[in-house]
């Protein structure tokens, strides 16, 4: 098994969509058995930097395919499981701003100030 795995194994991306498919290249899926070695499932917030830059990379490079049977991927081994990963591009939402009084003092100093 861990030699199919080595030689045509995929990643399984789960999402808020469902399940994605990636194929990775031949150093990547080592270094993928590597990472899936312990658990078969590994959530995307717990992987390191590297990592998840290696799934994001892969994600963005390659097309998903969105179901398991589309080209071959039912026959191919699965190496792990990320679940739960953040979608590529999502937009960021801009940083608060304090809410200020029309006078231009902070609320909240004026909530401390009263005794």
Not at 93 to 101: A, D, E, G
Request: aromatic content about 8%; some cysteine.
């Amino acid at each position: 098994m861990l030699i199919e795995k080595l030689a045509d194994g995929v990643v399984r991306v789960q999402t808020a969509i469902g399940p994605r498919y990636l194929k990775p290249s031949f150093l990547q899926r080592v270094y993928l058995l590597w990472m899936f070695r312990n658990f078969p499932n590994l959530p995307h917030a717990v992987l390191s930097r590297r990592q998840q830059r290696l799934i994001d990379r892969m994600c963005a490079e390659q097309r998903f395919a969105s179901m398991a049977y589309a080209d071959g991927f039912d026959e191919a081994p699965v190496i792990g499981t990320i679940e739960r990963r953040p979608a590529i591009g999502a937009e960021q939402w801009p940083p608060r701003r304090r809410p200020t009084s029309e006078g231009g003092r902070d609320m909240t100093a004026e909530a401390r100030q009263r005794p």
